[in-house]
T-cell receptor
């Protein structure tokens, strides 16, 4: 399918487990982003990437790891999940890195940490 | 640092009513401003944007004007429909250096339109 996809769409895990959320885009966009959405906070940036092997921390990176070995994939790993990481996670991509560039969002992954 | 503040919600309107959702921002320089919309169970999608002061973004009957003097980007629509029920996010885009166009979002405003 064309566009940006996320998997899984729903995930329940336990505290202390490692979890990886997948993000795949078919546009060959250079820039990719991970956000988390929590009530009262809007969306907050976790990590972003300008190209394969170039990543940088966003506003709330603690407890998360990313990698970008291929342009089209940008997985987000929770190394040891905590209850505070229960959230909805959105991946996004954009063609350019300019401030006026539109970001295209995936459908989201709802993660529950018990 | 950059920040975006939206009016508190939720907002409940009757069909054909006038809509305003307030958005103000704090930033240095000249960021771009966006409104994104999230329909139930979906990801965000761009509604409109403005890239410089006094620009007006418009789409699907929605409008917003980039006001640098009041640091605002209020969203308006003259006559809302039930299908406009969604969560609306104001956002600020930053480039330069290693910013890569990252977005800073407001907290979101839930809009419900009744027939």
């Amino acid at each position: 399918d064309a566009g940006i996809t996320q998997s899984p769409r729903y995930k329940i895990t336990e505290t202390g487990r490692q979890v990886t959320l997948m993000c795949h885009q078919t546009w060959s966009h250079s820039y990719m982003f991970w956000y988390r959405q929590d009530l009262g906070h809007g969306l907050r940036l976790i990590y972003y990437s300008a190209a394969a092997d170039i990543t940088d921390k966003g506003e709330v990176p603690d407890g998360y790891v990313v990698s970008r070995s291929k342009t089209e994939n940008f997985p987000l790993t929770l190394e040891s999940a905590t209850r505070s990481q229960t959230s909805v996670y959105f991946c996004a991509s954009s063609e350019g890195g300019g401030e006026g560039n539109e970001q295209f969002f995936g459908p989201g992954t709802r993660l529950t940490v018990l | 640092g950059d920040s975006v503040t939206q009016m508190e919600g939720p907002v409940t309107l009757s069909e054909e009513a006038f809509l305003t959702i307030n958005c103000t921002y704090t930033a240095t320089g000249y960021p771009s401003l966006f409104w994104y919309v999230q329909y139930p169970g979906e990801g965000l999608q761009l509604l409109l944007k403005a890239t410089k002061a006094d620009d007006k973004g418009s789409n699907k009957g929605f409008e917003a004007t980039y006001r640098k003097e009041t640091t605002s980007f209020h969203l308006e629509k003259g006559s809302v429909q039930v299908s406009d029920s969604a969560v609306y996010f104001c956002a600020l885009g930053r480039a330069g250096g290693t910013s890569y166009g990252k977005l800073t979002f407001g907290q979101g405003t839930i809009l419900t339109v009744h027939p």
